[in-house]
């Protein structure tokens, strides 16, 4: 049996300078920051904080309304962060608790760094899935579908999703159909947003 030996030299780290702030800006503002990357030409309709109501359901929960927000931003590179959170509201669109919340990132799949109108997205949530969604672009509309639903021991069971965003008269819309407990996939989720 072999006894560990100490390092011969010092980590570089050792005796270093604190580091500053995170020296980069994201923006998810198109007229501040970094120069958006031409690979999010197709997307830059997006960019941009979104705070709206929806309306949601499955066969497995009674309707309720909500409300969210949405943040896209990036920070030069050839992809999009992506943020959600929202909140149920009461009859009288009073905040009740908070819901669903995500996050993840928008890649576009470049050829020779052009976009293919091809896009993939990554998605987390705090309750112990993770989504992969692949699909396209088309003008001002995103459609995605779940390649791949990761989920912890202690997760509900999702096996698949599907996802349609759209910019209609400045506004960001979303329907979302969602596959888990037992049942296929069906309407789940739908809001409207207005950028803020």
Known sequence: MTTPT????EPPW?????????PYQDSHDPGTGPDLHPGLRALRPYLGRWRGRGRGGYP??????????IRFSHDGRPFLAY??????????SRPVRPAGRESGW?????????????????????TGIMELHV???DGVTVELSTDAVMRTA???????????????DGALLYAQ??????????????ARLVRV
Do not use: N
């Open 135 to 137: 699909g396209r672009v």
């Open 177 to 190: 159909e969602m596959a888990a407990m037992g049942h296929g996939l069906t309407p789940h989720l739908s």
């Open 6 to 9: 100490e390092p011969t030299t």
């Open 83 to 92: 943020e959600s959170r929202a909140w149920l509201l009461d009859g009288q």
């Open 60 to 69: 497995t929960i009674e309707d309720f309304d909500y409300a969210q927000e």
């Open 14 to 22: 050792r005796d270093a300078p604190p580091v500053e702030p995170y």
């Open 154 to 168: 202690t997760a509900k069971e999702v096996t698949a999703g599907r996802r349609l965003f759209g910019i209609v």
């Open 106 to 126: 928008w890649r576009p799949v470049l050829a020779d760094g052009e976009p293919t109108g091809e896009l993939e997205v990554l998605l987390s949530t705090p």
